[in-house]
């Protein structure tokens, strides 16, 4: 052979495997703000453990589709009795769990079982109240008996609170989860990221990623860089603040603006004086300019809501007109809870840019009616134990990211510390109701009475910045749910 064929078959060769590794890339980088606090999806309230792991690691009944649908998942299919009590789920067979184990029916029943018992540490469990009996028909088919029809159950069965998990792992799930999904959990190091791969062998159908890592970036300092030179690879939720039109000119990277499922708050802590005042609470919410706040927090993107519920949903009503941003009403508020001196107070802020940058606006615009509020940052671990458990705090600011969550006001204990029992009976009522109509009708009561009487302020729907290498397919744009689901994301030429 010529001297200049050889040259040019070698380059042809080298053109050939170039592409064809280039086109065979199967690991990606995923950057995350928070670290979750443990990785059980049934034993935490923290969206960062479903954004890892939800639909990733662990599988449900049911799944939620990002469109926000049921879809069917561990079971293949399901029958309803004509009262809406009885759900038989068939399932799917010859599944296994990540450590060998089988999946059957039995584990559908100690994972329902452990959800809704007295001792049960799931951060939902109201989600199981509605569950009378669960009974294994056979290794594939198992028997919910309902003590009510549940208009949201299948939908609930979903969620990752659902998820489920075998009595083998059960117990070290946080720190070593064992799932049946398509990936499997490899490693944890604490503060910088989480690493899965592939399961080979999966039941369904198979992923195109073999190795993914969750880095943990908590601000736009770290992403943006980390976008720009390509060591991170996608940013569902991405920090990226006002660098935003610097990544949107980079033809590298694809901009994806979606919805979320995160009303954003200014969270009080009702059973704490002065808060447990209505005119205080009113003061507040009437000092507020949504729309600066919206502008102050990050990206400057976000729809004003004056209650618990998505603007997407087709039960929301605008109730932002309830409490107007008039600071001589909300003077008056203060005058007559007898506090027109103002007072002090702690404001908690987590880390999302939301809070931290929303909090400053917020504080300014209080002071303007003589409430001079401590900010206080705190790492999400802290909040989670300090605000959410302990309820040691006055006000907060932080994104309620479940879909379907307006009953969270009436749970006993939840961190508001809100108390309404006519709200109470308008979910209670909920809960029994299928008919569309009618449930619309409750969840517009509902929203009315937490609009009046204001828990949290309202502040805004959290919006959906995504941020991925243009050659990335199978990335959510919405975010009907707290996940970053992998199973259809694969890199294209």
């Known amino acids: ?22 086109a065979a890339r199967t690991d990606l980088v995923v950057g995350v703000v928070l670290e979750p606090p443990h990785l059980d999806p049934t034993a935490g309230a923290a969206a960062a453990i ?4 939800y639909a990733n690691v662990f599988e449900g009944l049911t799944r939620i589709t990002e469109t926000g649908e049921v879809a069917p998942d561990l079971a293949e299919s399901w029958e309803i009795s004509e009262d809406g009590k009885v759900y038989t789920f068939k399932l799917h067979t010859g599944v296994k769990f990540h ?46 008996s309902l003590k009510y029809p549940e208009g949201l159950f299948l939908y609930n069965m979903g969620v990752g609170d659902a998820v489920i998990v075998a009595p083998e792992s059960a117990d070290t799930n946080k720190e070593k989860p064992i799932g049946t999904g398509p990936f499997k959990f490899d490693s944890w190091a604490k503060g910088s990221s989480v690493k899965l ?9 198979p992923v195109a990623l073999d190795k993914v890592e969750f880095r943990i970036i908590p601000d736009a300092a770290a992403a943006v860089p980390a976008l720009l030179s ?30 979320t ?42 729809t004003p809501i004056g209650s618990h519920m998505s603007p997407a949903n087709p039960a929301y009503i605008d109730l932002t007109g309830t409490y107007p941003f008039d600071v001589a009403k909300a003077k008056e508020y203060l005058k007559a809870a007898g506090l027109e001196n103002g007072f002090s107070a702690t404001l908690k802020l987590p880390p999302p840019p939301y809070a931290r940058e929303g909090g400053q606006v917020i504080a300014s615009q209080l002071r303007d009616i003589g409430i001079n509020l401590e900010i206080v940052p705190v790492e999400w ?48 009522e909920l809960k029994i109701t299928n008919d569309p109509a009618k449930r619309n009708e409750l969840l517009g009561s509902a929203q009315k009475m937490l609009a009046h009487d204001v828990p949290a302020v309202y502040l805004f729907e959290l919006p959906k910045v995504g941020v991925w290498d243009a050659k990335l397919e199978g990335m959510w744009e ?16």
Do not use: C
């Not at 452990?114 to 799931?122: C, F, H, K, L, Y």
């Open 1 to 22: 052979m010529k001297p200049w064929k050889s040259i040019l078959a070698a380059a042809v060769l080298a053109l050939a495997s170039s592409t064809a590794a280039m």
């Open 50 to 53: 479903d954004e890892i792991v």
């Open 99 to 144: 450590d060998g184990t089988d999946f059957t029916a039995e584990d559908v029943k100690f994972s329902l079982d452990r959800a809704r018992a007295e001792d049960s540490t799931n951060a939902q469990k109201g989600l199981f109240a509605a569950i009378d009996s669960v009974e294994v028909v056979d290794p594939a088919t198992v028997k919910v």
């Open 197 to 205: 791969s592939k399961v080979e062998g999966y039941w369904g159908d």
């Open 230 to 259: 390509g060591d991170v690879q996608a940013f569902p939720n991405a920090p990226v603040g006002d660098a935003l039109p610097q990544i949107e000119a980079d033809p590298r990277l694809k901009v994806v603006i979606g919805t």
């Open 261 to 302: 499922e995160g009303e954003t708050l200014l969270s009080m802590n009702n059973k704490k004086p002065p808060f447990d005042k209505l005119e205080v609470r009113q003061a507040i919410a009437s000092a507020i300019d949504r729309s600066a706040v919206i502008a102050g927090n990050g990206t400057g993107l976000g």
């Open 381 to 428: 671990a802290d909040w989670l134990s300090q605000v959410f458990k302990e309820k040691d705090f006055d006000l907060t600011i932080i994104s309620h990211t479940e879909a379907n969550d307006i009953d969270i006001y009436s749970r006993p204990g939840y961190y508001f510390q809100y108390e309404n029992p006519e709200f109470n009976k308008v979910i209670e």
């Open 478 to 493: 919405n975010a009907p749910t707290q996940a970053t689901d992998l199973t259809k994301v694969k890199w294209v030429d």
